[in-house]
Protein backbone atom coordinates (compact mmCIF):
# COMPACT_ATOMS: atom_id res chain seq x y z
CA UNK A 1 0.00 0.00 0.00
CA UNK A 2 1.25 3.33 -0.23
CA UNK A 3 2.94 5.02 2.09
CA UNK A 4 4.04 8.40 2.27
CA UNK A 5 6.52 9.24 5.69
CA UNK A 6 7.62 12.72 6.44
CA UNK A 7 11.32 13.61 8.58
CA UNK A 8 13.06 16.44 9.31
CA UNK A 9 10.46 19.00 10.87
CA UNK A 10 11.51 20.85 13.77
CA UNK A 11 11.66 24.20 15.77
CA UNK A 12 13.84 26.98 14.08
CA UNK A 13 13.95 30.34 14.91
CA UNK A 14 13.05 33.24 11.88
CA UNK A 15 15.72 33.20 9.45
CA UNK A 16 16.96 29.91 9.70
CA UNK A 17 16.39 26.90 7.45
CA UNK A 18 15.13 22.97 7.52
CA UNK A 19 14.82 20.38 5.33
CA UNK A 20 11.62 18.18 5.21
CA UNK A 21 12.23 14.65 3.72
CA UNK A 22 9.47 12.15 2.39
CA UNK A 23 9.81 8.60 1.69
CA UNK A 24 7.56 6.88 -0.53
CA UNK A 25 6.81 3.10 -0.76
CA UNK A 26 4.07 1.01 -2.54
CA UNK A 27 3.73 2.53 -5.61
CA UNK A 28 5.45 3.40 -9.09
CA UNK A 29 7.27 6.95 -7.41
CA UNK A 30 9.05 7.75 -10.69
CA UNK A 31 5.98 8.18 -12.62
CA UNK A 32 3.54 10.19 -10.28
CA UNK A 33 3.89 14.21 -9.75
CA UNK A 34 5.02 14.96 -5.71
CA UNK A 35 4.17 17.53 -3.88
CA UNK A 36 4.14 19.35 -0.45
CA UNK A 37 1.43 20.61 1.17
CA UNK A 38 0.86 22.62 4.85
CA UNK A 39 -1.63 23.44 7.26
CA UNK A 40 -0.85 26.66 9.05
CA UNK A 41 -2.67 27.22 12.92
CA UNK A 42 -6.69 28.47 12.16
CA UNK A 43 -6.40 27.93 8.36
CA UNK A 44 -6.73 25.71 5.55
CA UNK A 45 -4.26 23.07 4.03
CA UNK A 46 -3.14 24.86 1.23
CA UNK A 47 -0.16 23.72 -1.78
CA UNK A 48 3.50 25.06 -1.02
CA UNK A 49 5.41 23.38 -4.10
CA UNK A 50 4.69 20.05 -6.19
CA UNK A 51 7.99 18.17 -8.49
CA UNK A 52 6.71 17.12 -11.88
CA UNK A 53 7.86 13.16 -11.97
CA UNK A 54 10.51 13.79 -13.76
CA UNK A 55 11.54 16.49 -11.39
CA UNK A 56 12.00 18.66 -14.08
CA UNK A 57 9.44 21.53 -13.36
CA UNK A 58 8.27 22.83 -9.94
CA UNK A 59 5.98 24.97 -8.82
CA UNK A 60 5.64 27.12 -5.61
CA UNK A 61 3.07 29.00 -3.60
CA UNK A 62 3.80 32.58 -4.13
CA UNK A 63 4.17 33.10 -0.21
CA UNK A 64 7.09 30.48 -0.43
CA UNK A 65 8.88 31.28 -3.62
CA UNK A 66 12.29 32.30 -3.73
CA UNK A 67 13.02 30.19 -0.55
CA UNK A 68 11.75 26.77 -0.77
CA UNK A 69 13.12 24.42 -3.10
CA UNK A 70 11.63 21.07 -3.72
CA UNK A 71 13.57 18.39 -4.79
CA UNK A 72 13.39 14.64 -5.72
CA UNK A 73 15.10 11.52 -5.78
CA UNK A 74 13.65 8.47 -8.11
CA UNK A 75 16.32 6.05 -7.49
CA UNK A 76 16.25 6.83 -3.85
CA UNK A 77 11.85 7.72 -3.65
CA UNK A 78 12.20 10.80 -2.00
CA UNK A 79 11.04 13.90 -2.22
CA UNK A 80 12.64 16.94 -0.02
CA UNK A 81 11.94 20.57 1.00
CA UNK A 82 14.36 22.66 1.61
CA UNK A 83 13.15 26.01 3.39
CA UNK A 84 15.23 28.78 3.95
CA UNK A 85 14.75 32.58 5.61
CA UNK A 86 12.03 30.86 7.53
CA UNK A 87 9.29 33.41 8.48
CA UNK A 88 7.14 32.82 11.73
CA UNK A 89 4.39 32.52 8.78
CA UNK A 90 6.06 29.58 7.88
CA UNK A 91 4.89 27.87 11.24
CA UNK A 92 2.33 24.03 10.11
CA UNK A 93 2.33 21.15 10.12
CA UNK A 94 3.75 20.33 6.17
CA UNK A 95 2.63 17.30 4.43
CA UNK A 96 3.83 14.83 1.57
CA UNK A 97 1.25 14.30 -0.92
CA UNK A 98 0.40 12.09 -3.94
CA UNK A 99 -2.05 13.54 -6.24
CA UNK A 100 -4.00 11.64 -8.23
CA UNK A 101 -3.13 8.10 -7.86
CA UNK A 102 -5.81 5.31 -8.25
CA UNK A 103 -8.14 8.64 -8.05
CA UNK A 104 -7.12 9.86 -4.65
CA UNK A 105 -4.80 11.96 -2.87
CA UNK A 106 -2.88 10.02 -0.10
CA UNK A 107 -1.34 12.28 2.62
CA UNK A 108 1.92 11.56 5.29
CA UNK A 109 1.30 11.68 8.57
CA UNK A 110 2.26 15.26 8.94
CA UNK A 111 5.55 16.96 10.58
CA UNK A 112 5.30 19.98 12.43
CA UNK A 113 7.68 23.17 11.70
CA UNK A 114 7.72 25.86 13.91
CA UNK A 115 9.86 29.49 13.33
CA UNK A 116 9.18 31.48 16.41
CA UNK A 117 12.26 33.46 18.08
Known amino acids: QVQLVESGGGSVQPGGSLRLSCAAS????????MSWYRRRPGKERELVAT????????NYADSVKGRFTISRDNNKNTVDLQMNNLKPEDTAVYYC??????????WGQGTRVTVSS
Open 26 to 33: GFPFSVYN
Open 97 to 106: ALPGYSGRYY
Open 51 to 58: ATSAGKST
